[in-house]
């Protein structure tokens, strides 16, 4: 009984107690034990705990999400991509909206102390998922905030690390170093509690990694393996140090760390990836290839690595290239090309090695080709894509060449035949078509059949399935074959939409404003161009050279053509040999002609390279001999010639710039006398047409006497008749010989050395036209222009709506719409605080089927604009003249 009493008196003290509790504890005015002990109960498993856990969430989305690209060094951290990040909005949203809650509802600071301890976990967690968000301006500013607040508190260290991995993140690598060397220097003294330590390492490695400086993260990725005792991280971190051995060179180190990470268990990719760079660790002079290549040709007979074949042949290649069987590695690396399909990073890698390979054999042709497909399939961040592209493309132009010259030559041998053996050639060609076209035709007469008997096979299988309750896909013989069939048709595909069509659209981003129009473009575009009759021997006759005039014209190209391919061995791929050879054919096969003098000093300036003296003089006496007037033998003769002709050059230009600004300031004497010196004193082809032009209108505008401008333009007219000084010239007079013109003429475009020549004509007052500019810093909108027929803009807004309030809760998007004319409508989403916001949800949406799933391919385009660029598109209405803008600024 007494017990029974006992327990009643304490329940209903507890009672009295959590409503004395309520009652004075929501304040958060006063400092008292109820109040703290209240907001710290409340803060802490209420709205901390659901944000807390609502970002783990997202974090653990967000790792799932991320791909690992092998073909580089790893990350430390799964971040993820831009459209990674926006997939986990919502989650961590929510997180933002608890944290928030806890700082607003629960926070008692007084007397410049916080008195809830769960207040600054709280603005960590804000911090956390702006961060998890990519929006590291906030992020930085929240974990900045966090470090002068609470900087006697343990909590600093972590909004360190914080801000340090922001910094890393936002390219801030000298800030992040700063901050990392003094939580060192505080660690060493002891101040850092057990989790802290354990991120450490890994944010400096981090830091260094994202850089491409790694020899300096191997230390801290030792210490993160030790420290760490989950094993996903010390795997990851295992992997990545296997990674920086191998880029560093130190091999077996390398392969000892791979083994590893296979000896761990890791994810089946990451094991796969150590596998194939173990074996391209071989090293040819420290070892027996035989077990490698035994054990890669043993995964590409294992069915789980069907999609990785690519890699595998690869990494074989590498092996028979380190061996110096370069006929074996060609083999393999064209195969490892054909079996990629999913993955073009390494068909570019497979590519760029076969380029590569015959560069170096001076075979260029078929590197040209190899460098071609290498650029169609390389990421533009690669690390020497720049040069790669500038060899595709001195390589084009070399190729292009040959070509001419073969081509040519092959006509001229034809023209040199009699018609019976001329046509008898033809015929062959032609025979050689027929017989490709028959092969085609039985080929697919034969994939028809196969399609029938495939058919008639399904329809039997399904039947005995029907009855037996075996579903098509679980008969793993008939998916056999028709898998077969499939890829005999189509060939090797990747698993994508929209596979059948052959030349799809890469992006809808920018379709033609209406199709129709493309299409009657097309079919014009057929019709002026039609299709060339392989089988008709007039196809091949029409560019044989068989008259006098027509064997010169030729001889022309061939000319033109050998003169580009000597230079380019010459200047842009450093081959003297072969440059040499070029060049002395031309001047065999074309004596006397126009580039002799050209010809011969390239040849003068090679043998002075190779230190050929007799050769060297032999073509020096040429030029001084035939061309003792020439620049080439100025240039011979004084060597300081060339310096000279550049500083006179560099003289008039600035006194060109002078006299512009001579003229915008209104003193035409200056710009009169500054014109007169340049003319009399330098031969610039290029500027004294245009010191004319200035004078002339400069003695208009003083003189104020029309004749005299009319009489100064029609001069210079008449003495530079193909410079471009004559067209605004005689704009002017077509504009004065107008006796009701009131139009006033703005020259200050076309004496502008920085600006081309172009001037205003017509016969009223002109309104200059705004143009765009580049802000990537201001405001931003999405905009979507789409077909007022085809397009349910009530859907769009619904459809919007609901993405934004689902992954941009925060950030209080608005829309809008309006007629852009009466046939197109602007759909506008506002506004993102600049382009990058921008172009983050502009990426998002790119691939969203949902939104755009009611619009019709062609009849809609998305891009993104300016506030400031906004109104100036609305006025012009002009969007190809936008695009034009968009294209050369906005690269999403």
């Not at 607003?104 to 102390?113: L, M, Q, R």
């Not at 071989?282 to 995964?299: P, T, V």
């Not at 791929?573 to 011969?600: A, G, V």
Request: proline content about 3%; hydrophobic content about 35%.
């Amino acid at each position: 009984m007494k017990n029974t009493i006992f327990n009643k008196t304490i329940f209903l003290k507890i009672i009295f107690f959590v409503l004395i509790i309520s009652f004075v504890g929501c304040s958060t005015k006063k400092n008292t034990f109820t109040r703290r002990t209240y907001h710290n109960l409340t803060a802490h498993y209420n709205a901390f705990f659901n944000g807390n856990e609502s970002l783990k969430e997202g974090v653990v989305d967000l790792e799932k999400a991320h791909v690992d690209n092998y073909n580089k060094v790893l990350p430390v951290y799964k971040y993820g991509t831009a459209q990674n990040a926006q997939s986990v909005f919502p989650a961590m949203d929510k997180a933002i909206t608890k944290a928030s809650k806890v700082i607003s509802k629960h926070s008692i600071f007084i007397k410049g102390k916080e008195n809830v301890k769960w207040i600054d976990d709280a603005y960590l967690l804000l911090g956390k998922a702006n961060f998890y968000k990519q929006e590291y301006k906030l992020a930085s500013e929240t974990f900045d905030f966090v470090v002068k607040r609470y900087k006697d508190d343990p909590i600093k260290y972590d909004a360190m690390l914080w801000l340090c991995k922001t910094y890393t993140q936002t390219k801030k690598f000298g800030s992040s170093e700063s901050l990392l060397d003094m939580i060192q220097s505080k660690m060493e003294k002891g101040d850092f509690n057990k989790i802290t330590k354990k991120e450490f390492p890994l944010v400096y490695a981090d830091f260094y990694i994202q850089q491409g400086n790694y020899a300096p993260a191997i230390e801290y990725l030792l210490s993160g393996i030790d420290l760490n005792k989950k094993k996903q991280v010390k795997i990851r971190l295992t992997f990545i140090l296997a990674q920086i051995y191998q880029r560093s060179g130190n091999l077996d180190k390398a392969t000892q760390y791979f083994k590893k990470v296979i000896s761990m268990n890791p994810p089946y990719e990451m094991a796969f990836s150590s596998k194939i760079n173990i074996a391209k660790c071989y090293d040819a002079n420290a070892g027996d290839s035989k077990e490698i290549k035994k054990q890669l040709n043993k995964m590409i007979k294992d069915i789980k690595n069907k999609e990785y074949l690519d890699q595998i042949y690869f990494a074989l290649a590498e092996i028979y290239l380190k061996e110096t069987d370069t006929i074996t590695g060609i083999k393999l690396l064209k195969l490892s090309a054909s079996n990629s399909i999913a993955n073009p990073e390494q068909k570019a890698m497979s590519y760029l090695k076969l380029a590569d390979i015959h560069f170096i054999q001076v075979d260029y042709e078929p590197s040209e080709m190899y460098y071609d497909s290498t650029v169609a399939f390389l990421p533009k961040d690669y690390p020497t894509y720049d040069e790669i592209v500038a060899k595709k493309t001195i390589l084009n132009n070399l190729v292009k060449n040959l070509k001419i010259v073969s081509l040519e030559d092959s006509l001229q041998t034809l023209a040199k035949m009699s018609e019976r053996e001329r046509n008898s050639v033809i015929d062959k060609v032609i025979e050689r078509i027929l017989e490709e076209e028959r092969k085609k035709q039985q080929e697919e007469i034969d994939r028809q059949q196969s399609l029938a008997f495939l058919q008639q096979n399904n329809q039997t299988n399904t039947n005995a399935n029907n009855s037996g309750g075996q579903w098509y896909f679980y008969n793993t013989s008939a998916v056999s074959f028709g898998f077969t069939e499939f890829v005999k048709k189509w060939g090797n595909r990747k698993l994508e939409d929209n596979w059948r069509l052959l030349n799809k659209q890469v992006s809808m981003d920018f379709s033609d404003e209406n199709s129709t129009e493309g299409d009657s473009l097309a079919s014009d575009s057929i019709k002026k161009n039609p299709k060339p009759n392989l089988k008709d021997r007039a196809y091949y006759l029409k560019n044989v050279p068989l008259t006098a005039e027509a064997v010169d014209k030729s001889n022309a190209r061939i000319s033109e053509a050998l003169y580009n391919i000597g230079f380019i061995y010459r200047e842009d791929l450093r081959n003297n040999p072969k440059s040499i050879l070029t060049f002395e054919n031309h001047l065999t096969r074309f004596p006397e002609n126009k580039l002799d003098l050209s010809i011969y000093y390239q040849l003068y300036r090679i043998y002075q390279e190779e230190e050929n003296k007799p050769k060297e003089d032999y073509y020096k006496g040429l030029i001084l001999s035939k061309f003792p007037d020439s620049e080439y033998a100025k240039i011979i003769l004084d060597p300081n010639y060339n310096k000279q002709v550049a500083s006179k050059s560099n003289e008039v230009a600035s006194l060109y710039n002078e006299t512009y600004i001579a003229y915008q300031n209104r003193q035409y004497d200056v710009v009169i006398a500054n014109s007169d010196k340049a003319i009399s004193t330098y031969k610039d082809k290029k500027l004294n047409p245009k010191f004319d032009f200035l004078k002339a209108l400069a003695i208009g505008k003083s003189t104020k006497d029309t004749v005299s401008l009319v009489t100064a333009l029609k001069l210079v007219i008449a003495k530079y008749p193909n410079s471009d000084v004559k067209e605004p010239a005689q704009d002017i007079l077509d504009a004065l010989s107008n006796k009701n013109s009131t139009t006033k003429t703005n020259v200050n475009n076309n004496l502008n050395p920085e600006k081309k020549d172009s001037l205003n004509n017509n016969n009223k007052k002109i309104i200059p036209v705004a143009e765009y500019a580049y802000n990537p810093d201001a405001f931003h909108f999405y905009v979507l222009i789409v077909d007022v027929k085809t397009s349910n803009i009530n859907d769009l807004k619904i459809k919007f709506s609901n993405y934004n309030t689902k992954f941009y809760s925060l950030d209080k998007l608005s829309t809008s719409n309006v007629f852009l004319d009466d046939k197109r409508q602007i759909f506008t989403v506002s506004k993102f605080e600049n382009q990058q916001k921008g172009t983050i949800y502009y990426n998002a949406l790119k691939n969203n089927k949902d939104i755009f799933s009611g619009l019709s391919p062609g009849t809609f385009q998305y891009l993104l604009i300016s506030a400031e660029n906004y109104p100036i598109f609305y006025k012009s209405k002009d969007i190809s003249k936008y695009l034009s803008f968009y294209s050369k600024n906005y690269k999403n």
